[in-house]
């Protein structure tokens, strides 16, 4: 998606500006599937991984996931190239090693296999989270509604087969 003509991983506006200026957020900034790759091959903002990378964390994404697909070699050509600075890197690394050191992972690293890890400061964050996402509907006799019914699908993707098949 774009704001504003700017791919949402490469906007330092959205990314910094607003996310982190405005809002307050000091935690990680990670990217959606091939969002860094993207840059280069989808909206063509880009010339190669090197400069992908640069915007991206220049922007104030902090973590490519879900695996390193261009910051692992594009990271270190940018930074010869001299597309962003070491404190640029330094910082998204920090951001990182923050956010794990406040969850415990530097003193508990492994997850015991007896149950889930559950970061105990966020349960009740979590509850509380949950609890909001419910949606609750009034029954004024419409359901279950009755078999067989009719239901009227409208908007572009109604009959469009592919559109239920998201790449999650």
């Known amino acids: 998606a ?8 490469a906007s330092r ?11 307050g957020f000091t935690g990680t900034v990670v990217s959606d599937y091939f969002a860094v790759r993207f840059l280069q091959t989808r909206h063509r903002i880009v010339a190669d991984e090197a400069e992908a990378s640069a915007r991206a964390l220049h922007a104030g994404l902090d973590v490519e996931l879900p695996v390193s697909e261009c910051f692992a070699q594009g990271l270190p050509e940018a930074l010869r190239r001299g597309l962003l600075t070491q404190d640029e890197i330094d910082t998204a690394v920090e951001r990182v090693l923050t956010q794990k050191y406040a969850l415990g992972l ?23 989270a949950a609890g909001s996402s419910l949606v609750l509907l009034k029954n004024d006799g419409i359901l279950p509604l009755a078999n067989p019914s009719r239901i009227a699908l409208i908007g572009p993707s109604a009959d469009d087969q592919l559109a239920l098949f998201g790449n999650y």
């Open 13 to 23: 506006f959205l990314l910094t500006e607003v996310l982190r200026e405005r809002w």
């Open 2 to 9: 774009r704001i504003d003509g700017v791919p949402g991983t």
């Open 106 to 128: 530097f003193e508990r690293p492994y997850v015991d296999d007896a149950g889930p890890y559950v970061v105990q400061g966020d349960r009740d964050l979590n509850r509380e």
